[in-house]
């Protein structure tokens, strides 16, 4: 599986960013996603998670209430991605955001459960 995610970029704080994550190299569908950001001088944090079915979604405390994941299974959709919408932007949340997917992950929060990664996407929040 390949993973792009895209979307990062510069913002003033209070401002929103769509980031997407695009999946290719088999089927999408029944993979679990996650969203995980690296802040400067940080370890690497998880942010959110959906499963397959989209029907369980989990957010870390520090984004709850305005970060939204979302995906499109769909087997017309091309690509298949799944999405990070980002509202009410902080400087804290300046990061480099990674998305990842897993067959099984049992422990969401944790990256060692993902079986593949993309490369990361640049978020920078302006005071």
């Known amino acids: 599986v390949q993973l792009q995610a895209s979307g990062g970029g510069l913002v003033q704080a209070g401002g929103s960013l769509r980031l997407s994550c695009a999946a290719s190299?088999?089927?999408?569908?029944?993979?679990?996603m996650g969203w995980f950001r690296q802040r400067p001088g940080k370890d690497r944090e998880f942010v959110a998670f959906?499963?397959?079915?989209?029907?369980?979604?989990?957010?870390?405390?520090s984004v709850k209430d305005r970060f939204t994941i979302s995906r499109d299974n769909a087997p017309n959709a091309v690509p298949n991605t799944v999405t990070l919408q980002m509202n009410n932007l902080k400087p804290e949340d300046t990061a480099v955001y990674y998305c990842a997917a897993g067959d099984v992950v049992p422990n969401y929060d944790r990256e060692r459960e993902y079986d593949y990664w993309g490369r990361g996407t640049q978020v920078t929040v302006s005071s």
């Open positions: 190299g088999r089927p999408f569908g029944n993979l679990h």
């Open positions: 959906i499963t397959w079915k989209g029907d369980l979604i989990y957010y870390a405390d």
